[in-house]
């Protein structure tokens, strides 16, 4: 945003090559997704415009979708993401989800080792409470894009190494015989806060789901609870469903 650029060259009001310059600094990548935007009395004393110019420029783009003004936080870039279908009908893994899509996963671990279960945790797993959980939280990755925070809770029975799992949990369960077969999942509405918001990259306030899954082995034990804050810009869960008789 160089104030020579703005002032230069071609017709037409300000407040229009301002819109421009940020719209072409959007789609270039100079400006990314999540990125607050500088405070108006400065972008206006910087351009050497005024605030009223600046003011009707970031209004086109809110109109537009690309800005969102977030109350007492600023105003934030918007981009438009591909959303991830996701169908609810089968029990699959994030890495076999995203590898489906030709996506390849990354993590970036927040948590990951063996603890004591917290008292829902106890409930949900049925453990004494002497037992032992794996916890794994992670941001989970695809193509260079954070679409959910994970954080997975395991009996140690199942699940004793928890350091040793450096890729897919539902690879490392199988690998011990006990990938699950069957969950509940519940998906309910959620704003993304600090710091999760800073990690998924969106600007705080906006909609998120939040997600908890609870899933069973063959034998009805409870292997996993795992609660999951999905972005909702990028996900929409799908359901097929058939007329019972
Ligand atoms: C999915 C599951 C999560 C599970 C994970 C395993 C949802 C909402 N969550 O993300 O419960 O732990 O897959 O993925 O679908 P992984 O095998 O790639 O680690």
């Known amino acids: 945003l160089s104030p020579e650029r703005l002032q230069a060259g071609g017709s037409g009001p300000l407040y229009l090559k301002l819109r421009q310059t940020l719209e072409e600094a959007i789609n270039t990548g100079k400006l ?3 990125d607050a935007l500088p405070p108006e009395r400065d972008l206006a004393d910087y351009a050497n415009i005024s605030r009223v110019t600046v003011r009707k420029a970031v209004d086109d783009l809110v109109k537009d979708g690309l800005l ?3 109350h007492g936080s600023g105003t934030f870039v918007v981009k438009p993401v591909s959303k991830v279908e996701q169908s609810l009908s089968r029990l699959t893994s994030f890495t076999e989800d995203m590898a489906r899509r030709g996506l390849t996963t990354r993590a970036q671990w927040l948590d990951r080792g063996l603890f004591h279960p917290s008292p829902d945790e106890m409930m ?3 453990l004494p ?3 032992l959980v794996a916890r794994l939280g992670r941001l989970r990755i695809a193509d260079d894009m954070p679409l959910a925070i994970e954080r997975a809770c395991i009996s140690s029975e199942f699940l004793p190494d928890p350091a040793r799992v450096t890729g897919s949990l539902y690879a ?3 690998q011990r015989g006990c990938r699950p077969v069957r969950a509940v999942q519940r998906i309910s509405a959620y704003n993304i806060k600090e710091p999760d918001a800073a990690l998924l990259g969106v600007p705080p306030g906006v909609a998120g789901l939040s997600i908890e899954r609870v899933s069973y082995l063959a034998s009805g034990r409870v292997v996993e609870f795992t ?7 990028a996900y929409d869960f799908v ?3 058939t007329l019972s008789d």
Do not use: K, T
């Open 32 to 34: 990314n997704h999540g």
């Open 68 to 70: 969102v003004r977030r």
């Open 124 to 126: 949900i797993l049925g």
């Open 129 to 131: 409470a002497d037992a």
């Open 172 to 174: 490392a369960l199988a």
């Open 227 to 233: 609660r999951s804050l999905y972005r909702g810009d």
């Open 239 to 241: 359901a097929e469903l």
